[in-house]
């Protein structure tokens, strides 16, 4: 096995020194080299598959323009991902390191520290032009994907069309006078998959699929303008997708758990001025792109890249840096599952698990058959080793305190609520996720049972689940919330409180123990939870939004008020927060008879009707002030209202 320089992270100012301190790019062109005022296009699309994209793989969907793109380009037919994940893979592609230097392994918690160069700023130091458009609220500028880019185009939405995102991106490069560097990210493929007609018509029995037509037909129009234009003949364009998705292969439904091909294996395709079309054999990763551009624009390429230039590999020669590395850590923070890590060399793919696995791609391309019985695990657990210790840095922290409340849904949908991992565990066969997944999908099944009437036998799944996995944050959420419904409010608390027992930090349970304390009006016992949840969490608006409820009920109305304004700061169309907010000033109105108050009071039921109209709580209160009818007495016996979530 190969040796590694071995890269620590480093104060700014190593960063600083690093970019004046360069290894020369590696190996020579292929083809004829870029002008000096190359552009650079990056498309990554998000939960792409390999197998749709019809030139690899005719099988599934139709893509002509990715095809013609293709055929005029290079592709690499085993390009891997080293994360199944949104925001840790497209830190990989930007950085050009793993997770094990940077410490994005997962989307929520996580986020890219400034001390680590990505290739925006490398190219920005080059007197480019920058800007990113963004299909996702998933890749917010919050996260510390945006460093570098003169735009970054991620505001005003959580998820945006293709069309959507790529008519800015279009209006943007044509206004440019100098050479640009520009990030597409387009969402479309990630579920749930509603393609637009024609697609929805063409693909109905597989709208994934359409999903991936409908992001071709969209790139058709930016490629189209960008050879109408002639800047296609001087533009570097990457185009990828941060990982793909799996429909029930190897147990898995959509992506972020396992780490088996169909998650991994991307697609990889390079267009550059003057190149040859080929296709490429070798392994690529997605860590390559970052000193891929570099090679072609001839610039240096930073020291701590981990990845390597695929220029050398394109003209014929092998692999340098033989591993590559993956990992899947979601499970580890939202389950306490065993750390999942491993490498794939040539042909060979090593998963490091309790009940480890291993598979001969070329043999195998399914990985229906492990080979762990009949392998060296000693040494392949020593050449992981070894490529960890290689490829390890300083890192970044887990993050609790910046969770997402827009993404919040589509987490919890796949389990993704983290929790906090058990300290120096030593993890066994029952911590292999192959064995939990089992677990998830009874969770799953039992949110479903509930959700049809069958409350008992979903309250019995979900306790089973939580005594077998009492860090499950998710399965205990859920078994609060059915305990909640079912008018079991002591045990639905008792639920929460014994999870924060385990984990007196988490954000989540917090925040659920403090908003069912409320909605059960018991506003004294929520106000201590809700406290720490908006500390811990800056971004959920139903925590400052109930919060307010609880001071307003408490008879702190300078404090509710605030409360309710950062929660419609964060969400600016957050009905119940107008509502309690009507009714904050109506109250106040009654108390002191300033009309101040009757004006705010009735603003602000206005604006909660005009986001819904159907909202009886909110036309009761508008109609108490208009009349003002109300008897004076104490603002707490004023019936506060929201509307259900």
Known sequence: MESYLKFKAAPVFFILFCLFCLVPAYGIAPSPVPSEDTNVLLITIDTLRYDRISILSDKYVKTPHIDDLARRSVIFTRAYAHDSLTRPSHANILTGTTPLYHGVSDNPGFKLESRYLTLTEHLKAERYRTAAF????ILDHRFGLAKGFDLYDDRGFIERTAEQVIRPALRWISAQPQKWFCWIHLFDPHDPYAPPSPFKEEYAKDPYSGEAAYVDAQLGVLFDALEKSGRLRKTIVILTSDHGEAFGEKGEDHHGFFVYDNTLHVPLILFYPGVTPKTVRENACHIDIFPTVCDLLKLPIPIPIQGESLLPIIAGKPRQKKLIYFESLSPHFFIDGAPLRGFIRDNLKFIDQPLREVYDLDADSEESRNLAPVSDIPRLLGDLEKLKKSLTGTGTAQDLEGRDSDILPLLKSLGYISGTPTKGKIYGPEDDLKNLWPLI??????????????????????????????????????????YYNSGRVDQALSTLKDGLAISPENGHLLSRLGIISATAKRYGESIGPLELAVKKDKYNPDNFNYLGLAYMKTGKFSLAEEQFKKALELKPDLVAAFNN??????TLYIDTAEEKYYDLSLRNFDQALALDPSLDIAKKGREAAVNRKIRKRPAGKIEAGYPDR
């Open 134 to 137: 963004i299909g996702n609220f």
């Open 581 to 586: 907010l009507g009714y904050l000033y109506l």
């Open 441 to 482: 999908a009874r969770m799953h099944q039992a949110v479903d049972e509930f959700a049809s009437g069958k409350r008992d036998s979903a309250i019995d799944k979900l306790s089973a689940i939580v005594r077998a996995r009492p860090v499950y944050v998710t399965a205990r959420s859920a078994l609060a919330d059915a």
